[in-house]
């Protein structure tokens, strides 16, 4: 069953763990004039997801389904979600609408968005920042303005069964995952993407696997990916390849 926590100010993270991938999936519904949902969850937990959001909001009624990037878990129910709210909108980056939503077997309305453009959801303002390479060519953060809140998607991660906020400092833990996983290609697009983060007065992140971190206790992960190896090393999802 999927959890559902308040984790800001109308801000509600749905949370599925996998036991079998040490990880949980996180949605958050932003409930506001123009309700918002960031990132879907895989295809086949669907039904889970939709019927969390239900308990927080009607699924009808979501104006914007954001995509922070084209892979399964964080746009696998992305369908189903806009053909039951008939107005929403898929938002996803520019490069993500042009090699991935608007070239894909889906005809709705896409969004393509550049760095610093805005969705004014009434209460709250989403701010979105390219972040090529973090850890998709498409990739894209949002930031709430309103809330100073960010959703990195898979930026800040922690492996394992979280709470909804952490207060731990797992950056050590988040930088063997990626390394063993294989997520991030290289270095240099992440902690240029770190940088900026750092001038923008984030009170929360709202990560997509883990708890939300408050303020005070991301410096320890930003520490961590500036001095960790966490980049791939030749292994995938701890697999090592033979060459
Ligand atoms: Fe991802
Ligand atoms: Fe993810």
Not at 74 to 101: D, H, P, W, Y
Not at 133 to 153: C, G, I, K, Y
Request: net charge negative.
């Amino acid at each position: 069953m999927a959890r559902i926590d308040q984790v800001g100010d109308s801000i509600y993270r749905i949370s599925v763990f996998a036991p079998e991938k040490r990880i949980c999936f996180n949605q958050f519904v932003i409930d506001d004039e123009r309700p918002a949902l960031v990132h879907t969850g895989m295809y086949p937990m669907y039904e889970e997801v939709r019927t969390a959001v239900s308990q927080v909001l009607d699924p009808s009624r979501l104006a914007y389904v954001i995509v922070p990037h084209f892979e399964a878990d964080e746009c696998g129910g992305m369908g189903r979600f806009v053909a039951e709210a008939k107005q929403a909108v898929l938002v996803c980056s520019a490069t993500g609408a042009r090699i991935n939503l608007l070239q894909w077997d889906y005809a709705g309305p896409v969004k393509g968005v550049q760095d610093g453009d805005v969705v004014d959801l009434g209460k709250h303002r989403l701010r979105f920042i390219e972040t090529p390479h973090v850890h998709h060519w498409d990739s894209m953060m949002a930031f709430d303005e309103t809330t100073r809140s960010l959703f990195p998607s898979d930026l800040f991660i922690q492996p394992g069964e979280q709470p909804p906020v952490v207060h731990e400092n797992l950056g050590k833990d988040m930088c063997q995952w990626y390394r063993a996983a294989g997520l991030f290609a290289g270095e240099r697009p992440v902690l240029r993407v770190v940088d900026y983060l750092a001038t923008l007065d984030i009170q929360w992140v709202h990560p997509m696997h883990g708890g939300s971190l408050p303020s005070d206790i991301l410096p320890g992960y930003v520490h961590a990916l500036r001095t960790e190896p966490f980049v791939f090393d030749g292994r995938i999802f701890g697999r090592a390849l033979p060459w």
